[in-house]
């Protein structure tokens, strides 16, 4: 199965800074069939962006993502107060379907 | 946009089997294939399997010889069955739906997790 790392663990960051979150794969992301998920304390994750570069409805346009083959980011160009979550990368290019530990996003 | 409930006991006894349903309304249940996914306390997530209502499935070898998922298009909700839990098997446990999608290069695809339900925390006990 292909294995997501992500890093930092934690990023402590202000509100209209710039977040850069890393996601690298063990093996090739068919396709870069990789997703990311924003998840805030008792609530499911929601998708972000899909295809490592497409957001999701009604995301706004300054999460942005990059990256192929086992390299991938996700970047918050202006942190907003509701932005301080969870991040996850997941890919959906071979089963099984798996998921990053993910990267906090936390109020410095 | 659909609406998922997930549902089902909060508490299991160690060697038994954790069953859980989720509710679909606002959608239709043939329009989506549905995965469960969990989250430990430690907040990993793992995605156990999928169903589709025409009775396809694919599972996690990390689970199969535990788990059965089906979609009952008549009472417009999806169970899951997790036999011989153990207290590894505690956790949030969430469905939520994937579909199919065209890629920028036109090939179809099996996509991400659009939909989610809130999630039921299900505690294994010895």
């Known amino acids: 199965e292909i294995v997501l790392t992500q890093s930092p663990g934690t990023l402590s960051l202000s509100p209209g800074e710039v977040a850069t979150l890393s996601c690298r794969a063990s093996?090739?992301?068919?396709?870069?069939?990789l997703a990311w998920y924003q998840q805030k304390p008792g609530q499911a994750p929601r998708l972000l962006v899909y295809?490592?570069?497409s957001r999701a409805t009604g995301i706004p346009d300054r999460f942005s993502a990059s990256g192929s083959g086992t390299d991938f980011t996700l970047t918050i160009s202006r942190l907003e107060p509701e932005d301080f979550a969870v991040y996850f990368c997941?890919?959906?290019?071979?089963?099984?379907?798996?998921f990053g530990r993910g990267t906090r996003v936390e109020n410095k | 946009q659909v609406q998922l409930q997930e549902s089902g006991p909060g508490l299991v006894k160690s060697s038994e089997t954790l069953s859980l349903r989720c509710s679909v309304s606002?959608?239709?249940?043939?329009?989506?294939?549905w995965s469960w996914i969990r989250q430990s306390p430690g907040r990993e997530l793992e995605w156990i399997g999928y169903?589709?209502?025409?009775?396809?499935?694919n599972y996690n070898p990390l689970f199969k010889s535990r788990v059965t998922m089906s979609v009952d298009t008549s009472k417009n909700h999806v169970t899951l069955n997790l036999t011989s839990v153990t207290a590894a098997d505690t956790a949030v446990y969430y469905c939520?739906?994937?579909?199919?999608?065209?890629?920028?290069?036109?090939?179809?695809?099996?996509?991400?997790?659009?939909?989610w339900g809130q999630g039921t925390l299900v505690t294994v006990s010895s």
């Open positions: 939520a739906t994937t579909r199919y999608y065209y890629d920028s290069s036109g090939k179809g695809v099996l996509g991400p997790f659009d939909y």
């Open positions: 295809g490592a570069f």
């Open positions: 606002a959608g239709s249940i043939t329009d989506y294939y």
């Open positions: 093996h090739s992301i068919t396709s870069n069939y």
């Open positions: 169903s589709y209502y025409t009775g396809t499935t």
């Open positions: 997941q890919q959906y290019g071979s089963s099984p379907r798996t």
